[in-house]
């Protein structure tokens, strides 16, 4: 007896060791017990839809050759099904990058196969219970997270639908105008193949099912094109980052290769009085970039934007150079290990420097700027605690997929398919609130990626993480991998608060907040506003919505009927 589960290798052939169909005495993996409950749901859901009565292929070898289409697309259901089920009962939440852009794939790959057997409207949902009953005991969290599974898999279903519907309208229509020019048009373009698929959202799959149907070709050729420069545009490297240009780039091309690497010391230390010179190149008008060990200048990366500052250059051995002032602008990490510093000061300031005959001559006073990096010390914690606050509220499914620290506000991307109600961000505001006048020492420590996981810290999917990671913990409230600049107590923070939601993207929403004197100042324009209207309406502010109200039903009541 031989066991073909090759043949049809999809995520379950990885999940269930191939033993198992030969123990149970079955020639694949489909066969045997846990898979065929699934697999008989899906078939009588397919007969069901589609009127239709599929053969038996139970125990039957397919050795060299092609499987049928139909049993290709109930394996790839029975398996799809079990592992977007698992997913999303692990917190993955669909989205357009990651573990969740995969989850949305397998749902979009689960209804072009179902397609092509006939199902044409949302149907997922309803093979959930098999998947309960084939995994549910060795699953516990597939009963608890069944709710959760069925309302996204329905949402994605809608929208997947709904999308195919008005591509396919579309493509029909300029399939149509092609043949009424010419006659004996049979390629679609790979231009209108990959405007469909952009902006439609429809599946090259189902455009190539469609052409087949009418006896068209699709130019895949000129779609791939396309695909790849849309993928080299949208891609971000230092080559192409906004602080930099392509003589900048230059340089740090230059840099790397001479081994230019430099030390970071702004953990602790906000102003360095003997910095070295490491390099330096002046592009135009003043500005320019220079290099400096040791450096307090954070560069932006994890969120957390560039440090700013100062530096003053000054040459002991000679008597006639005059102090250069420059102004850093920005921080960045051009490659591993150097922090460059964007500068702008008096033009002709490198020439300068040039005077002077070795680097080592040169001594460089590095001050950062100590209240913009308080304010996004204040605002990358409050980060950590707004990321906490919602797992907490809502769930541990509702993880970060994005932020952005300056030192104005923070912004946090996460995952949820729904807009969060103001009650539920009160929630929020109150539990950071909490930790900020709970007056927590924030605990920073360094140790293995391993042992910082298994003690609770929470480390983001899609991060590269090194074998030595720093965690930042604030004890009682969040614990996470961080190497960005944190507060030494909650408490500095003063005060948090949401200014906003908003939806970003495929089930992924933004919450833009403040901390500190720009949280307070929000406050106190709404506390002079509620006085100001209770004042101008002769009442007390407890009371002023009840006289707002009155005084609209007054107005509606005594207004002209049209």
Not at 228 to 241: C, G, M, V
Not at 538 to 556: F, G
Request: neutral net charge.
């Amino acid at each position: 007896m031989r066991c073909d589960a090759w043949n049809t290798k999809t995520l379950s052939s990885f999940l269930i060791p191939d033993c198992i169909s030969c123990e149970e005495g079955k020639y694949n993996n489909y066969d045997i017990d846990s898979m065929r409950v699934i697999m008989d749901a899906v078939e009588q859901l397919i007969c069901s839809h589609t009127g239709s009565t599929l053969k038996s292929h139970r125990n039957q070898v397919y050795d060299n050759v092609q499987l049928p289409a139909d049993i290709v697309a109930i394996r790839v259901l029975t398996d799809h099904i079990r592992s977007i089920s698992m997913m999303i009962s692990d917190g993955v939440m669909p989205s357009t990058t990651g573990r969740g852009y995969v989850l949305v794939k397998l749902i979009r790959r689960a209804l072009l196969y179902a397609n092509s057997l006939g199902i044409n409207d949302p149907f997922m949902s309803q093979l959930l219970p098999s998947v309960l009953e084939s995994l549910g005991e060795a699953y516990p969290q597939l009963a608890t997270k069944q709710n959760k599974i069925k309302d996204i898999l329905k949402k994605e279903e809608t929208a997947f639908f709904s999308s195919i519907n008005s591509g396919l309208k579309v493509l029909q229509q300029h399939m149509q105008a092609m043949k009424t020019k010419d006659p004996n048009a049979r390629i679609i373009p790979g231009q209108l193949l990959f405007k469909l698929y952009d902006c439609n959202g429809l599946p090259l799959e189902y455009m190539n099912i469609v052409a087949q149907q009418s006896g068209w070709s699709l130019d895949k050729e000129g779609f791939d094109a396309l695909f790849k420069a849309s993928r080299e545009n949208s891609r971000y490297t230092w080559k192409s980052s906004p602080a930099t240009n392509h003589l900048s780039s230059h340089i740090f091309q230059i840099w790397k290769e001479k081994n230019i690497y430099n030390q970071f010391s702004g953990y602790r230390n906000l102003i360095e009085d003997n910095c070295k010179l490491l390099g330096y190149y002046e592009e135009a008008e003043g500005q320019g970039w220079i290099c400096i060990t040791p450096s307090p200048y954070y560069a932006e990366s994890g969120g957390q934007v560039g440090d700013s500052g100062s530096l003053i250059i000054t040459v002991s051995s000679l008597i006639d150079f005059e102090p250069l002032l420059l102004r850093v602008e920005d921080s960045i990490n051009p490659y591993r290990g150097l922090t460059a510093l964007k500068v702008n000061g008096k033009p002709g300031w490198s020439k300068e420097v040039d005077k002077v005959i070795g680097l080592e001559d040169l001594n460089v006073q590095a001050k950062v700027d100590f209240a913009r990096r308080r304010m996004i010390e204040c605002n990358h914690t409050a980060t950590h605690l707004l990321h906490q606050a919602l797992r907490t509220t809502l769930g541990e499914q509702h993880t970060q997929q994005g932020s952005r620290v300056n030192h104005e506000d923070l912004r946090l991307d996460f995952y949820s398919s729904d807009a969060l109600t103001e009650s539920t961000l009160e929630k929020i505001e109150s539990w950071v609130n909490h930790a900020i006048t709970s007056n927590v020492p924030l605990e920073i420590t360094e140790m293995t990626y391993s042992k910082a996981i298994e003690g609770g810290a929470l480390g983001l999917f899609g991060e590269k993480y090194s074998d030595i990671v720093r965690v930042v913990s604030v004890p009682g409230f969040s614990q996470e991998l961080c190497g960005g600049c944190h507060v030494p107590l909650t408490s500095t923070l003063q005060c948090f608060k949401i200014i906003s939601q908003s939806g970003i993207g495929r089930s992924v929403r933004r919450i833009t907040a403040i901390t500190g004197n720009r949280a307070f100042e929000i406050y106190r324009d709404a506390v002079y506003t509620i006085k100001t209207l209770s004042k101008f309406l002769k009442t007390n502010p407890q009371n002023l919505v009840k006289t707002l109200e009155q005084l609209m039903d007054c107005l509606l009541y005594t207004s002209p009927s049209p």
